[in-house]
C-alpha cells in the first residue's frame, strides 16, 4: 500500500511539473517574440514619420535606426526558427525514447502512403519557413 501511494505522489508532482514546464516554456516563446514585434513596429513608425519631412526628416540618424531596426527583424526570425528547430528535435527524441517508434521513418511511410505529390508538397511545406526567412533576410539586406 505504501508502494503505491509512493507512486502516486510520484505521478502527481510528474503532472504538476509537466504543467509549469508547459507555463516556462510558452513564456520563454512570447519573450522571444517580443523582440520581432518591436523592432518592426518601430521601423514602420519611422518608415511612416519619414513621408513627412514636417513630422520627421530623414537625417543620418534615422537612417541608421532603420537599419538597425530592419536587421534586428530577419535576425530575431532566424533565432526564433532555430529555437524551434532544435526544440522540435529534442521532442522528437524524447517522444521516440519513450514510445520507441522512430518518427522520422515514420513520417517517410505516411509521406509514401500519400503518393508523390501530397508527400512532396508536405516535404517543400516544412522547409517554407527557412525559405521564407531567407527571401526576407535578402530583401532587407537589399534595401538597406
Known sequence: MEEHNINKTIYEKMERLKSQLDIMLNIINRKAGILSIVSTLAAAFLVIATFNETLFGITNLVRYLLVTLLVLIPINLWSDLLDLTLAEKKNRKIIEEITGVDIGKKIKEIRKEDGKVC?????????????????FTVI???VI
Do not use: Q
Open 119 to 135: 508527400g512532396t508538397i508536405t516535404y517543400i511545406n516544412s522547409y517554407m519557413p527557412w525559405i521564407s526567412c531567407f527571401v
Open 140 to 142: 532587407v539586406l537589399i
